[in-house]
């Protein structure tokens, strides 16, 4: 199963790529968390793109595109992969489907995540993660059962200094005028899945499943 997850910041798209990780067995590629790992271990690469993304900017796409290719051309990828949060704009998109056709590969889905943009901002800002094993909460929509303490390994919850109100608000206007266009350009391709995610959510993650069934 090879997938894209599109949506807007707070969508929901890392709390489903951990549902369909666990069903499909197919790697997770998290741009975001990519970079948010390599800020935690202070590499040139984090360095660089934390400046952009604590002011809520797009990281560019010299340090982005790279990054993704190399991760696609590991062997775990070889039978499938789950991109979340890339591609984000136009050139990306174009770079990735490149990539993907000298490689033989062809996408089986883009599963993109609607949202009212009212919601987005109280999503993200509730939004607790666990930096040790990557488990995403909210501290009023899945909240974990300890207050303040991950329930897969007992670490701290934190708060990303990108999901304040001011930095997300950016977000959403950068993803409404770079990433959005996407929707277009992947739905021209006939591998879009228009995902209603203003539901529950387990109630989104039935609807992704029946979209890739
Ligand atoms: P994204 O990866 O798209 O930015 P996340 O999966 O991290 O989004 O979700 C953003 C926040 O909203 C998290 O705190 C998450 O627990 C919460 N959340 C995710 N999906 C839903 C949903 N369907 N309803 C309510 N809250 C949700
Ligand atoms: P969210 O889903 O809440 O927007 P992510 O974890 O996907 O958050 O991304 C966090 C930040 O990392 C983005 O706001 C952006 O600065 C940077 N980023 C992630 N993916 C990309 C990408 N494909 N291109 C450019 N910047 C990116
Ligand atoms: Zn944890």
Redesign the pocket.
């Known amino acids: 199963m090879k997938i894209i997850l599109l949506g ?4 929901g ?2 709390t489903q790529a951990a549902n369909i990780v666990e069903k499909y067995n197919v790697p997770h590629i ?4 990519i ?2 790992k390599n800020i935690k271990e202070g590499t040139e690469l984090g360095k660089k ?1 934390q400046e ?2 604590n002011q ?6 010299e340090l ?1 595109c790279g990054l ?1 290719a190399s991760r696609l051309s590991e062997p775990d990828c070889k039978d499938g992969f789950m991109l ?6 136009i050139f ?1 998109a174009e770079y990735l489907d490149k990539y993907l056709s000298e490689n033989n590969v062809a996408l089986d889905k883009v599963i993109n995540i609607e949202v009212d943009s009212k919601l987005l901002i109280d999503r ?1 800002c509730g939004r607790r993660i666990c930096k040790t094993c990557g488990a995403t909460y909210h501290v009023q929509f899945n909240p974990s059962k300890k207050e303040g303490i991950c329930d897969v390994c007992d670490s701290a919850l934190t708060q990303r200094p ?2 304040n109100e001011e930095t997300v608000s950016h ?1 959403i206007e ?2 409404l005028s770079e990433t959005k266009p996407l929707v277009d350009y992947y739905t021209k391709k006939g591998v879009i899945a228009n995902i209603n995610g203003n539901q529950d959510i387990s109630k989104v993650f039935e609807d992704i499943k029946a979209a890739l069934a």
């Open positions: 807007p910041p707070g969508a798209k890392g998290s741009t975001g968390d970079f948010r793109a952009y993304i809520g900017k797009l990281v560019p796409d982005t993704v979340d949060g890339f591609p984000r704009n990306q993200a990108d999901d977000r950068i993803y």
